[in-house]
């Protein structure tokens, strides 16, 4: 079980949103490579970064930080989502050492996309359903797409795809715990491993989700709860390795 911290770009700083307002951010960082360098020190074995301003305006805006990351910590796997939604975004996120691309808005409107960019980056593409009451959201959250998440998730059962980000945007933000049941039907109903995010709060959280590891979980995403300090990372990732060892 891998326990990945976040980092959110907005303008260039690592900020965290509450169920993914723009206008409702906290600003943790000006120095978003010093937080990814934090993150390494404390033994982080992925790295979760999203463009939110590339969300909203549908191509990357803070792509020179994403790269400098990669840049200054090039054997830390890198998964980077927001904004991410042709073939040439991908390949020079790729090419820029960036692990891991995550699809969101394009895989939802264009569920043909996935496939395509699944054979031509195997092994490098992740699926981001974010969701509000059971339904995707796009757009940067901003709108609902009216797909149920089980529904939509198993349309690329077959197509190759490395993961699927699981978020409650309900819960993002707001320190409210991670909704365990609906994390759960979704890795129940596929063959996709599934990542955990939004709410997860504190050692408990993760010791939930590690006994649903057996059922197709695989990794936990943190964000403000490590940055406030209501989860310390580094116990987080060693209560992990300890439950399911």
């Not at 792509?63 to 400098?68: D, I, T």
């Not at 974010?130 to 198993?154: P, Q, Y």
Request: with cysteine; glycine share 12%.
């Amino acid at each position: 079980m891998l326990v990945i911290p976040a980092i959110d770009l907005k303008d260039g700083k690592c900020v965290r949103l509450r169920q993914g307002r723009m206008n409702d951010n906290t600003v943790f960082s000006d120095d978003p490579v010093a937080v990814a360098g934090r993150w390494v020190a404390a033994g982080a074995r992925r790295l979760h970064v999203v463009d939110l301003n590339g969300a909203f305006a549908g191509k990357p805006v803070n792509s020179e930080v994403v790269e400098e990351i990669v840049k200054a910590y090039p054997d830390l796997p890198v998964q980077v989502g927001g904004g991410i939604r042709d073939e040439e975004t991908i390949q020079g996120y790729l090419d820029a050492g960036v692990r891991y691309v995550i699809l969101g808005t394009k895989a939802v409107n264009v569920p043909h996309f996935v496939g395509d960019m699944c054979a031509e980056f195997p092994g490098h593409i992740i699926i981001g359903l974010d969701a509000r009451d059971g339904k995707v959201a796009i757009d940067g959250w901003s709108k609902l797409s009216g797909h149920d998440v089980i529904d939509l998730a198993r349309r690329y059962q077959d197509e190759g795809v490395d993961a699927i980000i699981y978020t409650d945007i309900g819960r993002d933000g707001m320190l409210s715990g991670v909704n365990i049941d609906a994390t759960l039907r979704l890795a129940q109903s596929i063959s996709i491993p599934v990542i955990a995010s939004g709410g997860i709060t504190n050692l408990e959280d993760i010791r939930r989700l590690c006994e649903i590891r057996d059922q197709g979980v695989v990794g936990a995403i943190t964000g403000r709860a490590i940055y406030e300090g209501t989860l310390d990372f580094a116990e987080a990732q060693k209560l992990a390795d300890t439950l399911v060892s």
